[in-house]
């Protein structure tokens, strides 16, 4: 998935999502700093949503059953992996990927996860911290093979 195909997925689930939190145009709209006119707009599939909007439609409306459904969980996993192509964030604890992942590979005090909706990837500590996320699977190796060899060098 790529920010483009996250926007557009956003732009096809913004009424569904209105919807389903029992909102009127002009409550959505408000909700997410946009004009009726706008939202119409998108709604119609003439305008879009953009990164930003995107991005304030699955965070205010994290909790929704829709865009669970369509993003395979939390929404902000996603984002994450997004906004952080090429970056290396430090990131917060998860809980272990119990519902949305699957577990592909073992490494040492790591392992690999591969969300079964969005087919992003995540690396996780032995404590069930993220180190990483990304689309790339190569690219989620490559950073935990840099990791080892940094504690072998602290060794």
Do not use: C
């Not at 145009?25 to 709604?43: C, N, P, R, Y």
């Not at 984002?79 to 590979?105: C, D, H, K, S």
């Not at 690396?123 to 690219?139: H, I, K, T």
């Amino acid at each position: 998935m790529t920010r483009d195909d996250f926007v557009r997925e956003m732009d096809r689930q913004l009424k569904l999502v209105r919807t389903e939190h029992g909102f009127t145009q002009d409550a959505m709209s408000q909700a997410l700093g946009l004009s009726k006119k706008t939202l119409v707009q998108i709604e119609k599939g003439r305008a879009s949503l953009g990164w930003m909007g995107a991005v304030a439609l699955a965070s205010i409306f994290s909790e929704s059953q829709v865009l669970a459904g369509r993003l395979g969980g939390e929404p902000s996993d996603i984002i994450q992996a997004l906004a952080f192509q090429n970056l290396r964030p430090r990131y917060p604890r998860t809980m272990g990927g119990r519902v949305w992942w699957r577990t592909l590979e073992q490494r040492g005090e790591y392992r690999v996860q591969q969300n079964i909706l969005s087919q992003h990837y995540r690396a996780l500590d032995s404590r069930d911290g993220r180190v990483f996320s990304s689309f790339d699977l190569e690219e989620v190796r490559q950073r935990l093979a840099e990791l080892e060899e940094d504690s072998h060098e602290d060794e």
